[in-house]
């Protein structure tokens, strides 16, 4: 997986998500704007994170392990379980 870059820095953050409050849009493919990196933050539980672009790719999240999200980067989530995270938005 790809590192945040150094010259990036953080803007906003999303509330805590559950594995029952997880929005949908979430669960199914999306994507982030150009420029804007994304930051996987699991507090407790594991997380699932799909990279659906060329090279499909699957992680398994957890509080030692941030996702990280890249710019226009197809990609999903999906609970292991109980789970709490959130991500954070960085440009």
């Known amino acids: 997986m790809t590192a ?3 010259t990036v820095a953080f803007y906003r953050r999303t509330p805590e998500f559950t594995e029952t409050s997880v929005p949908e ?9 150009a420029g804007v ?3 996987i933050v699991v507090l407790e539980g594991r997380l699932l994170y799909r ?3 060329a090279p499909a790719r699957e992680f ?3 509080a030692d392990n941030p ?3 890249e710019p226009e980067v197809e990609h999903e989530v999906e609970p292991l379980g109980p789970v709490r995270f959130f991500v954070e ?3």
């Open 60 to 62: 398994t999240l957890d």
């Open 67 to 69: 996702g990280i999200v």
């Open 37 to 39: 990196w994304g930051r």
């Open 4 to 6: 945040l870059p150094f």
């Open 89 to 91: 938005f960085h440009r």
């Open 25 to 33: 849009g979430l669960r199914r493919s999306h994507r982030t704007k």
């Open 51 to 53: 990279i659906l672009e």
